[in-house]
């Protein structure tokens, strides 16, 4: 990995970044007034405020607790874990939750014990994803967090209230980042193209070109300043000029335009992110849009988990639960439609089967609604497992073995295909739920004509 100079740290143990670093790495701010965004973490007094800068006297703050910073990719956390680190004048230490093992956190947590010890200095333990800790891993992070063996500083993207374990979360002071806005991202790359650091005034970008890298970050930093040294990589190697007096930049700039943007980038990154919580959100959303009957939207994150990769089997089963939960009995044929394209999208694969999940998701969506039956199976349940069961009926029960009859087994049933319209006015239910009614079918599509015929069945039933 060239990101950083191997061989050279500083003397907070931070790496140095190296020359050919990429253009995202070389500009990672260098102190708090160059963080975009974020402002709700950096107001005066903030606990990240007061981690990060030292005591108006000049003096070392108290001992900060661990934290663990929480937010969608390019938003600033690497960032924040080292302007804590350089600031703080403590030893800073970063693992991956990738590639780190227990041996290699109980090894770092070790060499800070000894170093407080020795009066070596005090250590911050920086874990990027740590998500992807296991609850073991998770565990052994414990004691050193308690003690204050080392300050923790873990960045997640996924939320910490399912991806990290309660105990260590509780010992952890909790920061949310947002997202960037657009603005936020405009100064970064306006500053990432004129800082020596990163292009020093070699190109600019006219508005065309500028929009359309704001578009295809949507609030990712990193993204940004990926997309931006990817198209000034395309312009320097073209060379072209702008005219004198444009006013667009250093008169030797290199203009990069709207056509040299779209070569420099061969798809439009997807913000959707399988593993962490876009994920969640787009099925939400998606599920939502069905349910509310918004086919446009619904299309929409289709279209969204389809770009960025998503197993089109796991869309399918998806479909299949909202044809029966949300659908239901106002149209039956949903439920036939979600499971033959479910069955359909396994024989024949993508990229043709984006077109047969198009079609199930257009008739789930605008589709009659109703969870009749999907409240009338969770009711039933609850009664059941509230212990409300009762005996089976005599006349219901098994008739068919030997002495069955003698213990009253089956007497008195009335087959129902010898009564008028086949139904016999005879007790179903135990005696302890007679008269119960689950199903409360609607007045939606097919549901309509159900209620009508039940609303006739229920009154021979109880009578």
């Known amino acids: 990995m060239d990101l950083f100079d191997a061989a050279t740290t500083t003397a907070a143990g931070l790496p140095t970044t190296a020359p050919n670093a990429p253009l995202a790495v070389r500009m990672r701010p260098a102190s708090i007034e160059e963080v975009a965004g974020q402002g709700h973490l950096l107001v005066a007094g903030s606990p990240l405020r007061r981690l990060v800068e030292p005591a108006e006297d000049g003096s070392r703050r108290a001992t900060p607790t661990s934290v663990v910073l929480w937010g969608p990719p390019g938003t600033g956390k690497t960032t924040l874990a080292y302007l804590i680190a350089a600031t703080s004048g ?4 970063e693992l991956s939750a990738v590639t780190a093992g227990v041996k290699d956190l109980r090894a770092v947590i070790e060499d ?3 170093r407080l010890a020795t009066a070596g200095g005090e250590t911050v333990l920086f874990i990027d994803e740590v998500h992807r800790f296991t609850k073991a891993q998770q565990d052994a992070l414990l004691p050193s967090v308690e003690n204050r063996w080392v300050t923790l500083v873990a ?3 996924e939320n910490p209230s399912f991806s990290v374990i309660s105990p260590l979360l509780s010992r952890s002071l909790l920061l ?3 997202p960037l806005g657009t603005d936020d991202v405009r100064t970064l790359v306006h500053r990432a193209m004129t800082d020596e650091r990163g292009l020093g005034g070699a190109i600019v970008l006219d508005d065309a070109a500028e929009d359309h890298l704001l578009r295809l970050a949507g609030g990712d930093a990193r993204k940004a300043l990926t997309i931006l040294e990817a198209a000034a990589g395309a312009a320097l190697s073209d060379g072209v000029v702008p005219p004198s007096g444009d006013g667009l930049g250093e008169p030797n700039a290199v203009v990069v335009g709207l056509e040299t943007m779209e070569r420099a980038i061969d798809v439009a990154a997807v913000r959707y992110d399988r593993d962490g919580d876009q994920h969640y959100d787009v099925i ?5 849009s069905m349910r509310g009957s918004d086919v446009d939207a619904a ?3 289709l279209a969204r988990m389809i770009a960025a990769g998503e197993d089109p089997r796991f869309i399918a089963r998806r479909i299949v639960i909202a044809a029966a939960e949300e659908v239901g009995m106002a149209d039956p044929s949903a439920l036939q439609t979600a499971v033959a394209a479910a069955q359909a999208v396994a024989l024949i694969g993508m990229p043709e089967g984006r077109i047969i999940l198009a079609e199930a998701v257009v008739h789930v969506t605008t589709a009659p609604k109703s969870n009749a039956a999907y409240l009338g199976i969770d009711a039933a349940l609850a009664d059941v ?3 409300k069961i009762g005996t089976v009926p005599a006349h219901l029960r098994d008739a068919h073995y030997g002495g069955a009859q003698k213990i009253g087994h089956g007497q008195g049933y009335r087959y129902a295909h010898d009564e008028p319209n086949a139904v016999a006015a005879q007790q179903y239910l135990p005696d302890e739920l007679k008269g119960t009614h689950y199903y409360h079918p609607t007045d939606r599509g097919y549901e309509r004509s159900v209620t009508e015929r039940l609303e006739r069945i229920r009154t021979i039933l109880d009578s």
């Open 299 to 301: 299309l929409h994150y």
């Open 112 to 114: 800070a014990r000894r």
């Open 155 to 157: 960045a997640t993207t």
């Open 90 to 93: 403590r030893r800073f230490v």
């Open 385 to 387: 497992r509230a212990g």
């Open 176 to 178: 949310t980042l947002r």
């Open 284 to 288: 939400s959303a998606f599920i939502k």
